[in-house]
């Protein structure tokens, strides 16, 4: 049995680095970039000290092509970067997807677009995360609302990496990154530590795109004899590019819906008082610590409120939305951004009617007080 952790006082980009190493992380790539740049740091002190590689690349393209080359070696690999990097690592983001490349790409948001506000919070990667390289594709998008789920779901982000051959996205944002709040880590024993799936077969029988029932095939390290073919281009099972619509409509299917049986396990979130609940704010992230400060206000002045606070983003959670939404009075989408989480939340719900969207876009922070008076509001004019 582990020692018990003590209490400590952590920044959550501190525990989104730690947790990548606890998680079995041993290479990292990328380049500086605020407000992300301390996972960067953590990383260059840390890793050489348990035998893992650090590298500053001369951009955030290249630093993504690292991580990609690392895990094909069957390294766990992980980046760190904030919105112009974010736009910069795509395409390397769309060829981890196509050949099933597990990495992790942590994405520290700030305001936008372009330079945008570099030490200002804003949540406005949500769509970029999902959509941001081209073509139909999965992509695991995961959004912390403490500093210890920056630690918890950033394992949980290796451990779906690792296990569904899927790039993940760990959606931050400056406030999570930056601030810092007393927390006490699970215990080293009590962590689950996913690793990759790798061949049985001989190498000669080997193709790196066959999958069994669970629809994820298993991988190969480079340089232990197994020799395959990677590529961004349409490829069959053996990872040769192939034209062939027969075979592109059955390698394409599996690719962009692979995890669909796994949709359950994927999908996390957290309620807060929704038990009674005639009205809901769902949220995520930053917005989340507001929004239950103000279902708090709310109850106290006898308006039953409650939170739906996503953890998971992508795949969007449309069943828990339904769950969540379909007894309610109003629901309140509340985001720091122009509107995209209230977008799905609104393609997914039964009553649009009773939805009402609640934004900011000024780099400051939602109080409590703002998204109680947008509630009462939307309450009394009901």
Known sequence: MG???KAQLLQGNQACSLAALEA???FYAGYPITPSTEIAEFMARELPKIGGKF???EDELAGMGAVVGASLTGVKALTATSGPGFSLKQENIGFAAMAEIPCVIVNVQRMGPSTGGPTAPAQGDLMQARWGTHGDHPVIALSPASVLEAYTLTIKAVNFSEKFRVPV???MDEVIGH????VVLPDRDELEIVERKRPTVSPEEYKPYAADESGIPAMADFGQGYRWHVTGLNHDQTGNPTGK????EKELSRLFHKLEPYREEITLYQTFQVEDAEYLLISFGCSARSSLAAVEILRKQGIKAGLLQLQTIWPFPDQVIKEFTTDKKGVFVVEMNAGQLCLEVQRT?????????????????????????KVKEAVNNA
Do not use: Y
């Open 349 to 373: 719900m039964q009553n649009r009617k009773l939805l009402n969207s609640i934004t900011k876009i000024n780099g400051e922070l939602f109080t409590p007080q703002e998204i109680v008076n």
């Open 55 to 57: 590298i500053q690349m």
């Open 169 to 171: 996205i760990f959606l």
């Open 245 to 248: 619509t027969a075979v592109l």
């Open 179 to 182: 601030m810092r709040e007393k």
């Open 3 to 5: 020692t018990t952790r």
């Open 24 to 26: 079995g992380v041993r």
